[in-house]
């Protein structure tokens, strides 16, 4: 390897701190007297995928909102690394009902500055979207696939998706997101969605936003969260051995079990051989957040 | 070439997946030294994962010494994880006997010895995440 080769690799090599594409902080909003969203902290590193979730009602519509400029927060601010073009598919997929598919992704190339055709075409023909139907006449996920179609069309930089999967079949579900990854690889583009199919969010998100009355509970690096969180198996007790807090606690007649969170390094001490730890899924993780009672974030 | 799946809900993450998927590959031989691994597109297309996911594979696989990223040219196979040396292989073995007629002489048949076993290596695997 040539010295200058050597150089690059040796400079490469150095940790840096990743490519910051948002930063929010303290973002809230209020309608009325009512916050919807309050004290949001969190940034997002470019070409990163992040899942929004959260029950109905908990701020995901409003936080995508804020972030596509479309609501402006009470407090705080956001700010994005660089310039880029934000595309965002609303709740209600708008489309003009009297357009035709074709129709639609032409008032795309007229209304953006940047358009790639081929792009929104290539995802029209992945779907088996026929371009000379009227949009009043689609179905709930075709449409979907339309509004997804002119969103890419628009070469964006951030994709902001409110509920992207919520209306389509198993199939494509797997697909939109597979096609999502595929973009994301392709044009690094950095992806937040909001959702409620958490289970098919592994190995898909590598972030993860939690809300939970208009409170972020939990923002970070998916397998960072994961990795914080064990589920604990063994004879019946009160507590669960070692230090952790405890999310839930299930009680049989002859054993207990504890999800906690707890650094791994902290368990790695602990070791009562009484007591088993199971790795959690994102689904138990999201679930142990919601339904906990004593959450002191859900005023205001 | 590699092919990787990924178990959804499985608990283990995802880059943790495809990394125990190239041990196991170069441990029982599927690839070789200088073999390439399929590009972050491939099985971000073929998997439908995460390319940082995969990329954190490939790191974690790199600083492990197994494959190396060669710039423009993709990530290669750079290491073999055969069976340890035999000299470790048998003394480990002759632990592990030993180990057994302990766990026989307190009693345990040969379904507890190996839900011990599955628990301590479900423990260890959990531990190792981080």
């Avoid at chain 1, 979907?144 to 494509?172: F, H, I, K, M, R």
Wanted: net charge positive.
């Amino acid at each position: 390897m040539s010295t200058s080769a050597t150089l690059r690799r040796l400079v490469s090599k150095v940790p840096e701190e990743p490519d910051r594409a948002l930063v929010v902080r303290g973002v809230g909003k209020r309608y009325g007297d009512r916050w919807a969203l309050r004290d949001c902290t969190f940034a997002l590193s470019a070409g990163s995928v992040a899942a929004l979730v959260g029950s109905n009602g908990a701020g995901k519509t409003t936080l995508l909102s804020i972030m596509a400029g479309l609501l402006g927060p009470n407090e705080g601010e956001l700010s994005w690394s660089r310039p880029g073009r934000v595309a965002f598919l609303a709740h209600d997929r708008p489309l003009y009902r009297g357009f035709s598919v074709a129709d639609m992704l032409c008032l795309g190339r007229r209304t953006n500055r940047v358009w790639d055709e081929q792009r929104a075409s290539r995802w029209l023909r992945r779907f088996e979207i026929p371009r000379d139907r009227r949009c009043g006449t689609l179905s709930g996920g075709q449409r979907t696939q339309v509004a997804l179609a002119v969103a890419l069309g628009s070469c964006p930089s951030v994709l902001l998706l409110d509920e992207p999967l919520s209306n389509l079949d198993p199939w494509a579900r797997r697909e939109v997101l597979r096609q999502l990854l595929v973009e994301v690889a392709d044009h690094g583009v950095s992806v937040v969605m909001s959702t409620h199919v958490v289970t098919e969010l592994d190995g898909v998100a590598d972030h993860l936003l939690l809300l939970r009355a208009g409170r972020l509970l939990m923002a970070g690096e998916t397998d960072d969260l994961l990795a914080n969180h064990v589920l604990r198996t063994g004879p019946r007790a009160h507590r669960p051995p070692g230090p952790g807090e405890v999310l839930w606690a299930r009680h049989f007649e002859q054993q207990s079990r504890f999800l906690m969170r707890s650094s791994p390094m902290v368990r790695q001490v602990v070791n009562d051989p009484r007591w088993t730890s199971q790795p959690v899924t994102l689904q138990d993780l999201v679930l142990a957040y919601l339904s906990r009672q004593e959450v002191g974030a859900c005023s205001g | 070439m590699i092919e990787f799946r990924i178990e959804r809900g499985s608990g283990l993450p995802a880059y943790l997946q495809l990394v125990e998927q190239v041990r196991q590959a170069l441990r029982l031989g599927w690839v070789k030294p200088g073999d390439r691994l399929p590009t972050v597109r491939e099985v971000v297309s073929s998997c439908g994962v995460n390319p940082n996911t995969v990329l954190k594979a490939y790191r974690e696989l790199e600083l492990a010494g197994l494959v190396e990223a060669r710039q423009g040219a993709g990530t290669f196979v750079s290491a073999g994880l055969g069976s340890a040396d035999p000299a470790v292989m048998a003394r480990l073995r002759a632990q592990l006997a030993k180990w057994v007629q302990g766990a026989r002489e307190a009693g345990l048949d040969d379904e507890d010895i190996r839900a011990l076993l599955s628990t301590a290596l479900a423990e260890v695997r959990v531990e190792g995440i981080a």
